[in-house]
């Protein structure tokens, strides 16, 4: 992890959700996440609102990678996700891809599955690229 280990991400909604990094590499992200008490709804399902969580997360983590953290910081500008199939329990996973990479945003497009490879969630997450002052 290069840039991304620089990150302190103790006591974010990172660890809070257990999100885990399980690729990183230049414009493809792939991270976990557990289906569990902490990121389902009252009805016993995965919370869409944790999919998101999830899906920026990746698409954020991408685009450190991408831009140079001395001069540059990123944040999700904008985000739009369609929740296909319901989870109860296991492992989701969600693989981030760069679609646009331009001088002040970038598009990622991210797919959560679960263990069988089935599609739970796509997103499209549109990244900010502003300069440090």
């Known amino acids: 992890m290069n840039e991304v280990s620089k990150l302190n991400m103790e006591n ?12 990183l590499g230049k ?10 008490d902490r990121t389902r709804q009252p009805f016993g399902f995965l919370h869409g609102g944790a999919s998101v969580a999830l899906a920026e997360t990746v698409a ?3 685009a450190v990678e991408l831009i140079d953290l001395e001069k540059e910081i990123c944040f999700g500008l ?3 996700a369609n929740h296909i199939k319901a989870k109860r329990d296991g492992v989701v996973t969600a693989t981030g891809t760069v679609l646009h990479q331009g001088k002040s945003t970038m598009v990622w497009d991210i797919k959560i599955t679960d263990e069988d490879g ?3 969630s796509v997103s499209r997450c549109t990244m900010a ?3 440090k002052r």
């Open 118 to 120: 089935q599609l739970i």
């Open 12 to 23: 974010t909604l990172i660890g809070a959700l257990g999100i885990e990094f399980v690729e």
């Open 78 to 80: 904008e985000i739009n």
């Open 129 to 131: 690229v502003v300069p």
């Open 60 to 62: 954020s983590v991408g």
């Open 27 to 36: 414009g493809k992200v792939i991270a976990t996440m557990p289906v569990n």
